[in-house]
């Protein structure tokens, strides 16, 4: 499992932990690289609003084209929060994609069952 499977049978290589190792620490590292890149972008339901997160979901930018200031108040801050929903959807898409080239093996959905039931046994 992620890439740290011994092989069956025959003379054991005593050292490919190891190695498997420093490639597991190579690829994590790049995918820190990536990570930092990651920027997620989406638009409300009427397209006036467009927003983009960075990985961690933190808001980097929200705009409003000339239509948007024509809608209500309302209306306006719901296209916002749907606008965020959206790039916070796709920051976490592009995270998913970069984790598993980084690691082989890696199931976000299973990794976040497995950490909410980490949760809940602690809680």
Do not use: C
């Amino acid at each position: 499992m992620y890439g740290f499977d011994q092989a069956a049978g025959g003379e054991r290589d005593v050292d490919a932990p190891a190695r498997q190792g420093d490639r597991f620490v190579a690829r994590f590292e790049a995918a820190q690289d990536d990570l930092g890149k990651v920027v997620g972008t989406g638009k409300g339901p009427s397209k006036h609003v467009t927003a983009s997160v960075d990985q961690e979901g933190r808001v980097l930018d929200v705009t409003f084209d000339a239509r948007a200031m024509r809608l209500a108040s309302k209306d306006l801050a719901d296209e916002v929060l749907a606008a965020i929903g959206e790039a916070v959807a796709d920051a976490e898409r592009q995270t998913n994609e970069v984790l598993r080239e980084a690691i082989p093996g890696y199931d976000p959905v299973a990794a976040r069952a497995e950490l909410e039931r980490a949760l809940a046994d602690w809680a």
